[in-house]
């Protein structure tokens, strides 16, 4: 199944960094910070099914904000990804990037609030307020460094497993569909 993720966040958080580990399994020193968008796609397996990731990594320049709503505004499955070490990237989060979601995004877009830069030594974000804070605006709450690649695999296979159970859902509502339409031409006369 196809899997469309949109990653946004403040520049220099570490997006290009994250989805460069996740594709290609290192990380990758001297990114260039990004300018309008780049797609990526990598392929990972759940339970024997296949979950096709495709990726857009935006702009977090504030001068390209236009341009990025165009492509987490319809994408089902958002990372909003802040620096642990780096605060107001988290006050940013709260400030603007989830009411914009809120506002512009899909009413059932499922997003992943991740805390990037785990290796840094001085956070000036703790687990405990982000995860509580993703809980508050029905988020979930993952952690993860581009560098030594802890947490990354582990963030994409809950965008999978979720993605999968959503997929279970709207099949259950489509059988439901089908079963009403029988008993409604079943009942009638
Ligand atoms: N220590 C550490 N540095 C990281 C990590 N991830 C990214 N960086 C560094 O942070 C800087 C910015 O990373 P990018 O991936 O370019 O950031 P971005 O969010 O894509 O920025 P924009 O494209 O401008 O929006 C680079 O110098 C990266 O090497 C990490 O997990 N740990
Ligand atoms: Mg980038």
Not at 21 to 36: L, N, P, Q
Request: charged share 20%; net charge positive.
């Amino acid at each position: 199944m196809d899997v469309k993720v949109a990653v946004i966040g403040e520049t220099g958080v570490g997006k290009t960094s994250l989805l460069q580990s996740f594709v290609t399994g290192k990380f990758a020193f001297g990114t260039i910070s990004t300018s309008s968008a780049a797609f990526m796609r990598k392929t990972i397996e759940i339970n024997g099914q296949i979950i096709k990731f495709q990726i857009w990594d935006t702009a977090g320049q504030e001068r390209f904000r236009a341009m990025s709503a165009m492509y987490y505004r319809s994408a089902p499955f958002i990372i909003a990804v802040f620096d642990v070490a780096k605060k107001q990237t988290f006050v940013e989060i709260q400030n603007y990037w989830i009411n914009e979601i809120k506002q512009h995004g899909d009413k059932n877009a499922a997003v992943f609030i991740c805390g990037n830069k785990i290796d840094q030594p001085q956070r000036e974000i703790t687990t405990e307020e982000a995860t509580s804070y993703a809980q508050s605006v029905n988020a979930h709450y993952f952690e993860c460094s581009a560098k030594t690649l802890a947490g990354v695999p582990q963030l994409f296979k809950e965008i999978g497993a979720v993605s999968l159970k959503s997929e279970v859902k709207s099949g259950e509502k489509a059988l439901l569909k089908v079963k009403e339409v029988h008993v409604k031409q079943g009942g009638c006369c």
